[in-house]
């Protein structure tokens, strides 16, 4: 390798006359980029057997996303991978929290044998969260012993986000054995601001990726945490935040997608969205890219890739036009990524364990002043709003007030119900596995037995995704762990967009999976439901529904 | 902690009213900062047990020096601590590579036990490169599996400047081994460019602070390096590299001193004299204050320090403006350092073994084209000059042609003698035991005579510089190696005056004995002179005195 840098042997491959993003400058290089086994050897007057012309074309290193859970995507790893890798992503900083919540360490053993098989590079944090809270117990509880075990793996960067704020900040025991697992740990913070973000860092956390308004994530640079600057299917904070990235503080910013559908994935593309969402709202494409690439690299430790120079991996792809950014050609390791077939997924074990809750289950009592959650356009926090009602008026489509049930899949036990606005259905359900971070089955819709019959074909399906309309009923069947299909990606995205047409037909807002899948979430602001009922994220404890 | 980063419970103390660099935005906040433990807990809205006032003020945190040989202070590591700490460094990142390549591991252990002791943090790299050549065997030969045993000792941060080029540049094994050490390798090749600096990069080497040239120095940022911006008592490039600083490159640059006298850290500063100099060729204040902060703690993976943010360390300095930065108050760990007293030092063993070379053992006979090595002002570089002359004409006072003897310490053995343009002494000598990095003993002179006893009274003193002007002698004793002194540092300076005295006396440049201590250096272009005699950095050999 170093006779081929010097040029004293041939380069595998050379591709000439390219502009060649430099992450360090932060301008673009003219020159000749050659590749040798997989790696760089220098941009130069190189000489290749073979030889790609590049002339007016824009050389990138290889996407970074910094933050996600693949299994958000409903696709598989290898599946997520495969169609990831042609936006030009060629690594991606996961947590494996979902199937961990599910399925614990058999869980997190499934996601890292695709480290291996995958058309990228996933790479991995131990979720530090499983479950999210002490309450909120799904299929696993992940203590620092069962951690440990994982890490040193091939893949493990180090613990992924701590999302318990009130655990680190009581300084609780089992959360401090789990931060001194690695010198790498994300943070999860939305909100968190003044001495009790002093403290959170001060406790060892690194990064947020939480932010929604533009003082939050300068609070946060300020106080020296990384920003990963989100853009999922709900979570999009570009635009909001974008103003924070500037060439002094561009090596602290970061992409991240955290929670994205396959079909958004597939229309709309993943971290080369972002440099594009990034570009639209004023950003210049030279700091876009630097915070795709060299910035998540340097983030986690990451010195072979991030960058074009000599020795790093030849992870890159070409683009037209770094304004639009269109995605022409991806390069791993220096070999181009194709688009590839399916590859054939491997069986998860069955995980949902409960029956159909009877109409007693699901049914509520009493009036006054109703605790009801309060859906925010574009966003996974949520408002605790007031209504005044009586259980009979539920649900309540001039308000826009619908039931939402929450059903143990672990085993049978009764359900949690909770109130939602936002929703905006006028008849008809949806339900799905997916209800971050236990993943029970959670339904919302406009009548008890439509609600129970979604519920029914969630368990029928070994999880899945369904919407019923009057008589019809759309599956998508999510066979591993309840929260991904090992369905070949397009035919995910065609299933989703069924179900989405469904959903719109139903009169509802855009996308009601992913804002009903965070329902469950008690890491995040303002009001939850849980299996066990509503939950007060600011209070941190389990509610009555009515106040009185 | 996290109770008192809470405000829950009292700081140690609180700086209030004060400007405090936030290298994360190179911006300064305001506010008062609080310190437990040693540690920052944050700037808010904190009460202390003491407080101090700040109003006015400015708290830059402490200064770190990313590349520094101790021993060219003339100083113990203790000494050399005490007396940059008063100017605000609290870290420096050592390469004991000047002891090692006297004592080996005997002289890496003597460094590394004042680790505990010393005023600043003072964290090392292994040497790499002892002896600099494998031709230029000093005291010690340092293999990687000699280093493997202090490798992981606390303290030890990775791999120090890898000097050898054309050894990385063969794949020599042994280098190879080394650079396995650690996954942080500094670099150094000063004026490598093209596809063997590719090649040298792709190797493995990280940073590059023997740049001189605007173009060099753009061109290894460019591929990637960490580029440490030096100012030394000779090595001064601020001046040529510093427009090479902006706010997208910052995160990249960072200051070193390399090798800096005693008198003129005692005068002219540390790593303050740094951002002094940047500020006055025209850098901000701020990029220039990230240099010395953040960014080198950034590229040694020191999370715990380079910023004055929730958890790390409270290292910090206080001055009255940025601009001028003059250091008023330096603290550590939250403590403020004073003005100390000398701590009485450790001996170290006799190292020089030699005895007084013969007249003829210095003698010269030829004439012809003679190669001269020709003195560069301010750079350790030189150039390779000819001159038309015949051995009885040196020295040829009127064309500064003066002779250059190295005589090994390590045993009785023939005297390397070579040609040096640039002392312009009128009369007189000057001879010392420090001459990188094999630290034989190295002296020029007007006179056979004088030059000869300059070498006796080193050797006498185990280890001295010593300047001879006619019946007046002068020595800074060299005890501890025949390197550093164990005297305390004002006395260093104050004798160093005295040697630099004599020696302006002599009708030469300033700072002789440091060009002189770097004659020896063959990993430095283009000419240089060892035991063995002359030697031609170009083409790596040893080469006549005379070309025919």
């Known amino acids: 390798m170093i006779d081929a840098a010097r040029g004293l042997e041939p380069a ?241 910013c970061c992409f991240a997608t955290d929670d994205c559908h396959a079909d958004l994935l597939m229309d709309a593309g993943h971290i080369d969205r972002c440099i594009r969402r990034a570009v639209a709202h004023g950003l210049s494409p030279e700091l876009a890219i630097r915070m795709a690439t060299l910035s998540p690299a340097e983030r986690f430790g990451l010195s072979d890739r991030g960058a074009l120079a000599p020795g790093r991996r030849a992870d890159f792809c070409i683009v037209d036009d770094p304004e639009t950014f269109v995605v022409r050609q991806v390069f791993r390791n220096g070999t181009e990524i194709k688009a590839s077939s399916h590859v054939p997924q491997v069986p ?34 949520t408002t605790s709003l007031r209504y005044d009602c009586s259980a009979e008026d539920i649900p309540d489509l001039d308000r826009d007030i619908l039931k939402v049930v929450v059903c143990n899949r672990y085993r049978d036990a009764p359900c949690g119900i909770g109130l939602a606005h936002g929703f905006a259905f006028r008849e008809g359900s949806i339900a799905c596995s997916i209800s971050h971070d236990a993943h029970n089955i959670i339904a919302v819709g406009t009548s008890d037995d439509a609600i129970l019959q979604a519920i029914h074909q969630v368990i029928r399906a070994q999880g899945a995704m369904v919407a019923v309309l009057g008589m019809e009923t759309v599956i998508l069947p999510l066979d591993c762990a309840g929260l991904m299909s090992t369905l070949p990606y397009p035919e995910v995205a065609r299933r989703l967009k069924v179900l989405h047409d469904v959903a719109r037909k139903m009169g509802g807002i855009e996308n009601p999976f992913m804002y009903l899948s965070f329902l469950a979430l008690t890491v995040i602001p303002s009001l939850r439901v849980t299996d066990r009922g509503v939950f007060d994220g600011e209070s941190f404890r389990d509610v009555p529904l009515f106040l009185d």
Request: aromatic share 6%; net charge negative; glycine share 10%.
């Open 12 to 252: 595998d491959v050379v591709f000439e006359n390219a502009s060649v993003f430099n992450p360090f400058t932060c301008l673009w290089d003219e020159g000749s980029l050659a590749i040798k086994n997989g790696h760089v050897l220098g941009i130069g007057d190189y000489s290749g057997k073979m030889v790609q012309d590049c002339t007016g074309q824009y050389i990138v290193p290889g996407l970074i996303d910094a933050h996600v859970h693949i299994e958000s995507s409903l696709l598989t790893p290898t599946e997520y991978a495969r169609l990831v890798a042609l936006h030009g992503t060629t690594t991606v900083i996961a947590d494996p929290h979902e199937i961990a919540n599910v399925a614990g360490s058999t869980g997190m053993a499934y996601m890292l044998t695709a480290h291996e098989r995958a058309a990228i590079d996933i790479l991995y944090l131990l979720p530090s969260c499983v479950p999210a809270t002490p309450a909120d117990v799904g299929g696993a509880v992940l203590e620092a012993d069962d951690l440990r075990r994982f890490n040193g793996d091939d893949g493990i960067l180090g613990l992924g986000e701590m999302m318990n704020v009130p655990g680190v900040l009581a300084a609780d025991p089992g959360i401090a054995a789990k931060l001194h697992l690695s010198c790498i740990r994300d943070g999860h913070a939305p909100g968190l601001t003044g001495k009790d973000l002093n403290a959170y860092i001060l406790a060892g956390l690194q990064s947020d990726h939480e932010c929604t308004t533009f003082a939050e994530a300068e609070e946060k640079l300020k106080k020296g945490m990384y920003i990963f600057i989100r853009e999922g299917s709900t979570e999009q904070n570009i635009e909001e935040l974008i103003p924070l990235v500037t060439p002094a503080t561009v090596s602290r």
């Open 348 to 381: 998860f074990p069955p995980s949902v364990h409960c029956s159909v809750p009877s109409r007693e289950a699901i049914s509520i009592s009493g009036n006054g002043s109703a605790r009801v959650i309060g859906l925010v356009p574009d966003q996974i926090v």
